[in-house]
């Protein structure tokens, strides 16, 4: 499987960004898609995680806040971002595990910066 994400930039604090998560390979529907971000001399945290039949599990940090979507007709897991926060500010990670393993990324995209200003 290969991930494709992209969708970051610059925002104010308040607005909304939406991330994608393009996949290309096996069998998208079959694996858990998620989505990490890392800020700038911090670990890398779990920020929304879809199952197969589209249960969500999200961080504190972002819930009320961020929906996690896919489309598995278009191979694609989608990250809606709303009044996000200068703390939101990471690179954006899409990630696919399988459902065997749900809790084992095998494939990670490239990453895509978002940037939340005060």
């Known amino acids: 499987v290969q991930l494709q994400a992209s969708g970051g930039g610059l925002v104010q604090a308040g607005g909304s960004l939406r991330l994608s998560c393009a996949a290309s390979?096996?069998?998208?529907?079959?694996?858990?898609m998620s989505w990490f971000r890392q800020a700038p001399g911090k670990e890398r945290e779990f920020v929304a995680s879809?199952?197969?039949?589209?249960?969500?599990y999200y961080a504190d940090s972002v819930k009320g806040r961020f929906t996690i979507s896919r489309d598995n007709a278009k191979n694609t897991v989608y990250l809606q971002m709303n009044s996000l926060k200068p703390e939101d500010t990471a690179v954006y990670y899409c990630?696919?595990?399988?459902?065997?393993?749900?809790?084992?990324?095998?494939?990670w995209g490239q990453g895509t910066q978002v940037t939340v200003s005060s």
């Open positions: 990630a696919a595990a399988p459902r065997s393993r749900p809790n084992e990324y095998d494939y």
């Open positions: 879809i199952r197969l039949f589209g249960s969500t």
């Open positions: 390979g096996r069998t998208f529907s079959s694996y858990v």
